[in-house]
């Protein structure tokens, strides 16, 4: 048997084993299970990145991200509405861009939180939980599923998520406003 030795600060190991103990598994069953997936996988569990942002530049991100996942479940709600089709590819689209709005916001949360007064922020972070959950029920749907069955599944939670994004929008200061007051910090 070989011995891993590895040094790290004393905050990070104090969180690593507070958050051990709540999933009740020890450092060398993470370990050993990491190893193991890297050697399968041929690579790591997660996706390192470095990323350094200005405060408007995160804004900006994420409210980019925000819009663009919004114009694609108001496209996704009007094709349900007008009977329109929606193949198994498109579907991956919109998968895809609302995983990227809710991985952005997850990654940036703690950033996020001091960019934005606190009902900005929830009303953002409701979209988010909105979004991350039409995410994975259009990901659960059958690629055969007919137009009723996608729309009994969907438009509820479509409507949500509609909702949510139009309440940020309306506690959100326009982006001009906002990226003057961070010149002016």
Not at 16 to 23: P, Q
Not at 42 to 48: A, N, Q, T
Not at 55 to 61: C, G, S
Not at 96 to 124: C, G, M, Q
């Amino acid at each position: 048997m070989a011995t891993i030795t590895i040094r790290i600060d004393d905050e990070l190991k104090q969180s690593f084993d507070d958050v051990l103990s709540e999933l009740r598994l020890s450092q060398t069953e993470v370990i050993i299970n990491t190893c193991k997936y890297i050697v399968q996988n041929k690579k790591l569990p997660f996706v390192v990145v470095q990323q350094f942002k200005t405060p408007a530049e995160l804004k900006k991100d994420l409210l980019d991200k925000m819009n663009h996942a919004f114009i694609l479940v108001k496209d996704l709600s009007n094709s349900l509405k007008n009977n329109n089709p929606i193949y198994p590819n498109h579907r991956k689209i919109i998968i895809s861009t609302l995983r990227d709005f809710t991985h952005y916001f997850d990654w940036f949360t703690e950033s996020l939180k001091h960019l934005f007064p606190s009902n900005e922020f929830f009303s953002i972070q409701k979209f988010r939980m909105d979004v991350g959950y039409l995410a994975l029920i259009l990901g659960d749907i059958s690629n055969n599923a007919d137009h009723g069955e996608l729309s009994e599944k969907l438009t509820p939670t479509i409507n949500l998520t509609l909702e949510s994004f139009e309440q940020a929008f309306k506690d959100i200061s326009p982006l001009e406003n906002s990226e003057k007051e961070m010149t002016n910090e």
